[in-house]
């Protein structure tokens, strides 16, 4: 299996883990709780920001300073839009499900300079990006223009027999205003859940070069590289994108051989 590729290995419970020193890079973490009802999941490190996504379920949200109350209302990450919290900055937090939850938990650096906030689903900006066979729908959780020490936050969905993250395109050189230095996650999810999906992850220079076969609920790892996504005829892929860096802002370079598809 690709070392890029982190498929869970338990049913409930905290069952998967990325941080900066299991991934071997510096600002992203993210892990994945699946809750029965009545089970907890609790978190929260001095010196980092988080973003809760709800990924499907319903539970009660609570910091360390704040009752957030009663959050989430998909069951499912293709029915509609999330229910996320931003936690500031060493602040811990706990989220006790009514319901069977699926809960990402996405870190980056901060220092509590943002106070923590409900990003409720009526509030998110959505867009359709590309057309025919590369027609993806994106939902913007935490971009750029919101509030944020370090973390941009994205789910996208790319219908079936569509590419997605395509043209392929980087975002691995701290060389601003053309490139932003952006260390990546990529947490798949099919439907129906059966199917599968591909991602490759590659450099110019080929030292990184990995195709890998996504399954339902697997984290695919970008530490540098373009990182295309295909997903199969019959079956729609949703992924969340998690991104930090040194500069929290999102600018890349696409492959200059596949650049004539962006004018086709």
């Not at 600002?27 to 929260?44: E, I, Q, S």
């Not at 499907?56 to 109350?69: K, M, T, W």
């Not at 867009?127 to 027609?135: C, H, L, P, V």
């Not at 530490?223 to 500069?247: E, S």
Request: net charge negative; hydrophobic share 35%.
């Amino acid at each position: 299996m690709s070392n890029l590729r982190i498929h869970p290995q338990n049913s409930e419970g905290h069952i998967v883990r990325v941080s900066p020193e299991s991934a071997g890079w510096t600002y992203v973490g993210f892990d994945l709780w699946k809750l029965k009802p009545g089970m907890r999941a609790v978190g929260g490190e001095a010196g980092r920001e988080t973003c809760l996504v709800f990924i499907s379920g319903r539970g009660h949200v609570s910091s360390a300073r704040e009752d957030f109350g009663v959050l989430g209302a998909r069951m499912s990450p293709f029915e509609g839009k999330p229910w996320s919290v931003y936690i500031s900055g060493g602040d811990s937090w706990s989220v006790m499900a009514e319901t069977d939850v699926t809960l990402a938990v996405c870190t980056a650096p901060g220092q509590g300079r943002i106070p923590s906030r409900v990003i409720g689903p009526d509030g998110l900006h959505q867009e359709t990006r590309g057309k025919g066979t590369n027609t993806r729908h994106v939902t913007n959780i935490i971009p750029e223009w919101d509030p944020a020490e370090s973390l941009l936050v994205v789910e996208v969905i790319t219908p079936g027999g569509c590419t997605s993250s395509y043209p392929p395109h980087k975002h691995d050189q701290d060389n601003l205003p053309h490139e932003s230095l952006l260390e990546e996650t990529y947490y798949h999810r099919i439907n129906p859940p059966q199917g599968f999906a591909f991602q490759r992850v590659y450099t110019d220079d080929r030292s990184l070069d990995e195709a890998v076969t996504v399954e339902d609920g697997d984290v695919v790892l970008v530490p540098r590289g373009y990182h295309p996504c295909a997903t199969t005829h019959g079956y729609d892929l949703y992924y969340l994108n998690v991104m930090a860096g040194p500069k929290r802002t999102w600018k890349f370079h696409n492959a200059p051989e596949h650049a004539w598809l962006l004018k086709a």
